[in-house]
């Protein structure tokens, strides 16, 4: 029995159509007991927010955001913000003063240097002690200038990268970013080679810029011309990623003595060690052709088919409702109750996708 698919603006039109209403019966209200001041409470007041409190203490640095490790997405500069623990501490981001209020909170906009990783010496100090903090996240999303070979490989920008398990009559788009000028191709372990073509396209808008820049001329950003885009279908890439979904563990018996060593007499309980110039012959590979100069790299991507037979999930979470999205790190759009079973469409990485 096949699946039934409802679409999506299907099941808008009934949630209109079943909270629409007919004409309301005029009534008349019925007297509240102190009305009036409800009422005036409810009012928004007009005054100034309370003053930040005075507080005095042994000195305390921390940084609440962007926490060590996070990805920033962010062009130019960003902001980080956090605590010293007092209201007189002095704080420096890489040497440059930030404001610090009495309760000891800090805030301070700091430029990002043309890197991939940022490193914050954050240093606070008072009349009696000082502290330092080395804080290091990493930058979302950046474009490093072009190396001066004459031919070269972007590795941090192929896509779609992972394990991606993928319809066979479905076509994927892949991509990578290389020299300008150059002949750029797939080449798959049996010699096939997909082809590659200028794709120019702008650096994506960070979601927080999009959301919160009142300034139009932030929302322009540069043009990348070069990258290179291209289609696969129905070939299975890399080694394979394995069962859509994992199977779970078996449930260790009530009987079996857990500590028990296992002993396989006189030959190693493993198997055979892979072999491992098969495994990495396994791997597509990324070549770009400028002249006589040539640059490869391995795409770390995997490739399983998946079968013309629907496969149902069943979506389960401990806060009993499963957020949907409509893209990978898009934000939320559907929120499903726990039990809800689609038909798969597809997974890449951990991100499952499903058929509305």
């Given at each position: 029995m096949l699946p039934v698919r409802a679409p999506v603006w299907a099941?808008?039109?009934?949630?209109v159509a079943g909270c629409a209403r007919g004409p309301a019966a005029r009534t008349t209200p019925l007297p509240v007991a102190n009305a009036d001041t409800a009422v005036r409470d409810s009012m928004?007041?007009?005054?100034?927010?309370?003053?930040?409190?005075?507080?005095?203490?042994p000195l305390a640095l921390r940084v609440v955001y962007p926490p060590a490790g996070a990805v920033v997405s962010a062009r130019d500069s960003t902001f980080?913000?956090?605590s010293a623990g007092t209201g007189?501490?002095?704080?420096t981001i890489n040497g440059q003063p930030v404001r610090v209020w009495p309760n000891g909170a800090w805030l301070g906009w700091v430029s990002l240097t043309p890197d991939s990783l940022m490193q914050f010496r954050i240093e606070a100090r008072t009349d009696s002690a000082d502290q330092t903090l080395d804080h290091v996240v990493r930058r979302g999303d950046y474009r490093p200038p072009p190396p001066l070979a004459p031919v070269w490989i972007d590795s941090a920008s192929l896509r779609p990268r992972g394990a991606l398990w993928w319809p066979r009559d479905e076509y994927l788009a892949i991509s990578v970013r290389a020299s300008e000028g150059a002949l750029v191709r797939m080449r798959l372990p049996d010699g096939t080679l997909v082809p590659l073509t200028p794709a120019p396209a702008r650096e994506p808008v960070a979601g927080a810029v999009r959301a919160f820049e009142r300034d139009l001329a932030k929302l322009s950003t540069p043009l990348v011309?070069?990258?290179?885009a291209g289609l696969l279908r129905g070939r299975a890439v890399g080694p394979d990623p394995g069962p859509l979904f994992p199977s779970r563990p078996a449930p260790l018996a009530a009987t079996a003595?857990?500590?028990?060593?296992?002993?396989?007499?006189?030959?190693?309980?493993?198997?055979?060690?892979?072999d491992p110039s098969f495994v990495d012959s396994l791997w597509a590979v990324v070549e770009a052709i400028r002249g006589i100069d040539t640059a490869r790299v391995r795409w770390p991507l995997q490739i399983a088919l998946l079968d013309s037979l629907p496969l149902i999930a069943e979506l389960s979470d401990t806060d009993s409702v499963v957020v949907g999205r409509a893209l990978p790190e898009g934000t939320y759009h559907w929120f499903f109750p726990a039990g809800t079973r689609a038909p798969v469409g597809g997974?890449?990485?951990?991100?499952l996708r499903l058929q509305l």
């Open positions: 099941t808008l039109v009934l949630w928004p007041r007009t005054g100034s927010l309370p003053p930040v409190p005075d507080v005095r203490g980080l913000f956090g007189d501490a002095r704080v011309r070069e990258r290179y003595p857990v500590a028990t060593p296992v002993t396989c007499g006189s030959a190693p309980c493993s198997g055979p060690e892979p997974r890449a990485n951990d991100d």
